[in-house]
């Protein structure tokens, strides 16, 4: 049997204990990362806690609001009374969406995208019912054309010129006090119809602005 010297002796409690020291910081760092790691999850927790009552109070709030506007319309108002969009207005409930249709004949000329003069008074009207009872709510504005081949523009193609016209009637209403962040434009070119593209009134028809207001 092998006697150990004092030396020896030594030598490995000085190992062991340098061991046990090493395996205590070890396990004290594991302690406080973890404890750094449930604070954060409480701090995330609160946040999502606070976001989803948020939430519903808005879910709450628009079905509020979409269920006045249907009464008032049950009532015999129509959607431009009610809503103070111009144009032909149109409210889907199914959808959550009102949309205020503007014919490009009143807002531009043939293939251009500058606004006539007279296109200030609907598109100010736009503008102030949205800010008086829509402010908050996402608005689209959806350039839509006919489809006849771009002939005497500069523009590439239908989709282009659509696209064009939605951005200038954005950054009108922008100008007018709506949010940036709430009013995004969007160009369909010929791909939406609403009327045949066999006749005159109907490729007029076709040629036009949405504004379309999401209720939800």
């Known amino acids: 049997m092998h006697a150990f010297t004092n030396k020896q002796i030594a030598v490995l409690v000085g190992v062991l204990s340098v061991s046990l020291l090493s395996g205590c910081t070890n396990w004290r760092q594991r302690y ?15 946040k999502l806690e606070s ?19 249907t009464k008032q319309l049950e009532g015999g108002k129509t959607a431009a009374q009610v ?3 111009p144009g032909e207005v149109v409210y889907d409930s199914a959808a959550g969406t009102i949309t205020s249709t503007l014919q490009d004949s009143i807002l531009f000329a043939s293939g251009a995208v ?16 949205i800010k008086a009872k829509y402010q908050g709510r996402l608005i689209d504005v959806i350039g ?9 523009s500069k523009w590439e193609d239908n989709l282009q010129l659509s696209t064009e016209r939605a951005n200038t009637v ?8 709506i949010s940036e962040s709430d009013i995004r434009a969007i160009g369909r070119g010929a791909s939406h119809p609403v009327a045949e ?6 490729r007029a028809r076709n040629r036009r602005v949405e504004i379309v207001v999401h209720m939800k």
């Not at 593209?197 to 109907?202: V, Y």
């Open 32 to 46: 406080e990362y973890l404890n750094v790691e449930h604070e954060n999850l409480k701090g995330q927790k609160t």
């Open 51 to 69: 976001e989803k009552g948020q939430l519903v109070e808005r879910v709450a709030q628009d079905q509020q609001t979409i269920d006045e506007l």
């Open 83 to 85: 809503t103070g969009l």
């Open 114 to 129: 500058t606004l006539k003069n007279a296109s200030s008074q609907q598109l100010d009207q736009v503008a102030a019912a």
């Open 144 to 152: 839509n054309t006919d489809n006849e081949p771009i002939r005497k």
């Open 170 to 177: 954005v950054r009108y209403l922008i100008k007018r006090g």
């Open 197 to 202: 593209n066999t006749t005159a009134s109907g």
